[in-house]
Antibody
Framework: EVQLLESGGDLVQVGGSLRLSCAASGFTFSDLDMSWARQAPGKGLEWVST????????NYADSVQGRFTISRDNSKNMVYLQMSGLRAEDTAVYYC????????WGKGTTVTVSS | DVVLTQSPLSLPVTLGQPASISCRSSQSLVHSDGHTYFNWFQQRPGQSPRRLIFRVSNRDSGVPDRFSGSGSGTDFTLKISRVEGEDVGIYYC?????????FGQGTKVEIK
């Protein structure tokens, strides 16, 4: 069974940094692209970023381009989202998901950015 | 960016009756490889999103056959043949053809 477990969410001040992690299991991790998506309180879903199988190819939403960095460690079955220059509007539940097609989602980790 | 417009945004339904949600794209979702990367997701209250339908009309594993997807190009539809109580939640369309990936605004399905 495919499982994704996010961690690293926290309360952080505007302008601060945070690294989210996602531990994957139940599939051959290096075979799949991996993505992050988010959902602000009471709002809809927003795709954030996707990383290719080897970690070389990455894509970002305009709203996070230049501030967030996605990466992966295929030896550990982990995907990361390094977030810097955090803004109040980055407050959200952040989900890890398999592939660009968002096949399977984790339960999410909460990031709160406060001034 | 591709804009996905869902309608209606709120859908009160009677148990056992059909329901339909529309999603219209601002541009064609046919990829250069010939596939149309258009998905539907369900988010029940308090839960993570779950993909129901991929590439327009393919049901994910474990999804009841009362859910069906159809459409092509820029116009897509999710149908529930007979709504059950567990179908309450918010439904999102999403396109994976063009970067950045985008979602529709969501349609809230509730029981009358």
């Amino acid at each position: 069974e495919v499982q994704l477990l996010e961690s690293g969410g926290d309360l952080v001040q505007v302008g601060g940094s945070l690294r989210l992690s996602c531990a994957a299991s139940g599939f051959t991790f290096s075979d799949l692209d991996m993505s992050w998506a988010r959902q602000a309180p009471g709002k809809g879903l927003e795709w954030v970023s996707t990383v290719g199988r080897s970690g070389v190819g990455t894509n970002y939403a305009d709203s996070v381009q230049g501030r967030f960095t996605i990466s992966r460690d295929n030896s550990k079955n982990m995907v990361y989202l390094q977030m810097s220059g955090l803004r109040a509007e980055d407050t959200a539940v952040y989900y890890c998901a398999t592939q660009r097609w968002l096949d399977v989602w984790g339960k999410g980790t909460t990031v709160t950015v406060s001034s | 960016d591709v804009v996905l417009t869902q309608s209606p945004l709120s859908l009160p339904v009677t148990l056992g009756q059909p329901a339909s949600i529309s999603c219209r794209s601002s541009q064609s979702l046919v990829h250069s490889d010939g596939h149309t990367y258009f998905n539907w997701f369900q988010q029940r209250p308090g839960q993570s999103p779950r993909r129901l339908i991929f590439r327009v009309s393919n049901r994910d594993s474990g999804v009841p056959d009362r859910f069906s997807g159809s459409g092509s190009g820029t116009d897509f539809t999710l149908k529930i043949s007979r709504v059950e109580g567990e179908d309450v939640g918010i439904y999102y369309c999403m396109q994976g053809t063009h970067w950045p990936l985008t979602f529709g605004q969501g349609t809230k399905v509730e029981i009358k």
